[in-house]
């Protein structure tokens, strides 16, 4: 079982930046897929960013495309999301996850350990 910590979330106004990183409770050698999602209140979780087990590949969800940017460090057994020119409706709480499968996954049922989520507010 893979214990996924979040950090760097907080309060931020319309234009800012932040950056979240992801990281495991205990260092483990495999490296996984990584992804991003958020919930705002009362909506869904959305997928919002991906990133491929060796850090090759991203993808990212349109409303955040340009704005955010997902990169990793395996050697910290780090993933990080950084978040550019953030809007009001970036508010949410956000969640990282990882996968078992290698290559870019942006489907939350393909995620196999979840992070518990970092609240990110983006005031107007």
């Known amino acids: 079982q893979v214990q996924l910590v979040e950090s760097g979330g907080g309060l931020v106004q319309a234009g800012g930046s932040l950056r979240l990183s992801c990281a495991p409770s205990?260092?483990?050698?495999?490296?996984?897929?990584m992804g991003w999602f958020r919930q705002a209140p009362g909506k869904e979780q959305e997928f919002v960013a991906a990133?491929?087990?060796?850090?090759?590949?991203?993808y990212y969800a349109d409303s955040v495309k340009g704005r955010f940017t997902v990169n990793r460090d395996n050697a910290k057994n780090t993933v990080f999301l950084q978040m550019n020119s953030l809007k009001p409706e970036d508010t949410a709480v956000y969640y990282c996850?990882?996968?078992?499968?290698?290559?870019?996954?942006?489907?939350?049922?393909?995620?196999?350990?979840w992070g518990q989520g970092t609240q990110v507010t983006v005031s107007s």
């Open positions: 205990e260092r483990t050698e495999r490296n996984y897929a």
């Open positions: 990133i491929s087990w060796n850090g090759g590949t991203t």
């Open positions: 996850a990882a996968s078992l499968i290698h290559g870019l996954v942006t489907i939350r049922s393909r995620y196999d350990y």
